[in-house]
């Protein structure tokens, strides 16, 4: 529990000062996206109940035991399609009535 609130804050905060050097509604585009990417947990093994997070998971899978396997995408592949339609609704309602 300790590692995911430490991991959480540093990916915050990398996620902050990387969104700096973007302007207007792409920084906000950007934090979001990445901060989607570092966040998303993923089951370390199958039939495990730990959690990490699937990006760490990929390239540990790919570097250590040297195969491709996208299990550990799945969940990155379902959020990020959603937190963009989520902003894309942020900024049309903002856009509409403010």
């Known amino acids: ?3 995911w609130l430490i991991y959480s804050l540093a990916s915050f905060y990398i996620g902050y000062l990387l969104s700096k050097f973007f302007s ?7 934090l979001c996206t990445f901060l989607v ?4 947990p993923a089951i370390v093994e199958v039939g495990s109940n730990k959690l990490a997070p699937a ?3 990929f390239f540990l ?23 963009l339609f ?9 856009k509409r009535f403010f």
Request: hydrophobic share 60%.
């Open 55 to 57: 990006i760490i998971i």
């Open 61 to 83: 899978d790919l570097i250590l035991e040297q195969n491709l396997s996208t299990r550990s995408l799945r969940p990155i592949l379902l959020s990020i399609p959603f937190v």
């Open 1 to 3: 529990m300790f590692y």
């Open 37 to 40: 990417l570092m966040l998303t």
């Open 86 to 94: 989520l902003i894309g609704l942020c900024i049309l309602v903002k």
């Open 24 to 30: 207007g509604t792409f920084r906000i585009i950007f």
